[in-house]
T-cell receptor, first 113, second 115 residues
Framework: DGGITQSPKYLFRKEGQNVTLSCEQN?????MYWYRQDPGQGLRLIYY???????QKGDIAEGYSVSREKKESFPLTVTSAQKNPTAFYLC????????????FGPGTRLTVL | AQSVTQPDIHITVSEGASLELRCNYS??????LFWYVQSPGQGLQLLLK??????LVQGIKGFEAEFKRSQSSFNLRKPSVHWSDAAEYFC?????????????FGAGTRLAVHP
């Protein structure tokens, strides 16, 4: 069954700690994305990657980092530099060519204690 | 600049009533438009999409949307709402930015359904 998995579903972090959110897809998509969702603000793009070993900053990249060592994996690290990291994080993927729909994972809710 | 506006933050309808969720976009080229639905604590599921052709598109779960270029709108409709339709709905436009496929989302409309 093709899809996108994200883990963990819930994550708690103490201030000053880095945490890494996992995103894996088996859709054979080239492009992958990370979004942050806050109530009443829709989705905001953090980072995206079109191919392995390449990624670009989105609209709100400060305090986040990513890697793309494998086509199917796109982990997101929330660093201690992120001032307000408590949010719902969504990973997505799409075919690269053209303006295609994106397929979303189930999300990870991060809470900073 | 490209943008998507969903004027209604919250909408409440009775079960069995008809539904229309509004979406207006701003994009200079031919828009590729989407409606997604999100249940609480879940990811987004694609309801329908418009790329070209017939301006009335059918989606899953009995939803449809109509693209009106003259009004820059892509409103979502359903003739009879079910309690299970209670969720948050997002309209989005796909653009090519710096050579990559980018989705611009509206802020969402939260739908409540009264029995």
């Amino acid at each position: 069954d093709g899809g996108i998995t994200q883990s963990p579903k819930y994550l708690f972090r103490k201030e000053g700690q880095n945490v890494t959110l996992s995103c894996e897809q088996n859709l054979n998509h080239d492009a992958m994305y990370w979004y942050r969702q806050d109530p009443g603000q829709g989705l905001r793009l953090i980072y995206y990657s079109q191919i392995v070993n390449d990624f670009q900053k989105g609209d709100i990249a400060e305090g986040y980092s990513v890697s793309r060592e494998k086509k199917e994996s796109f982990p997101l690290t929330v660093t201690s530099a992120q001032k307000n990291p408590t949010a719902f994080y969504l990973c997505a993927s799409s075919m690269t060519s053209g303006r295609n729909e994106q397929f979303f994972g189930p999300g990870t809710r991060l809470t900073v204690l | 600049a490209q943008s998507v506006t969903q004027p209604d933050i919250h909408i409440t309808v009775s079960e069995g009533a008809s539904l229309e969720l509004r979406c207006n976009y701003s994009y200079g080229a031919t828009p590729y438009l989407f409606w997604y639905v999100q249940s609480p604590g879940q990811g987004l599921q694609l309801l329908l999409k418009y790329f070209s052709g017939d301006t009335l598109v059918q989606g899953i779960k009995g939803f449809e949307a109509e693209f009106k270029r003259s009004q820059s709108s892509f409103n979502l409709r359903k003739p009879s709402v079910h309690w299970s339709d209670a969720a948050e709905y997002f309209c989005a436009v796909a653009i090519l930015s710096g050579g990559y496929n980018k989705l611009i989302f509206g802020a969402g409309t939260r739908l409540a359904v009264h029995p």
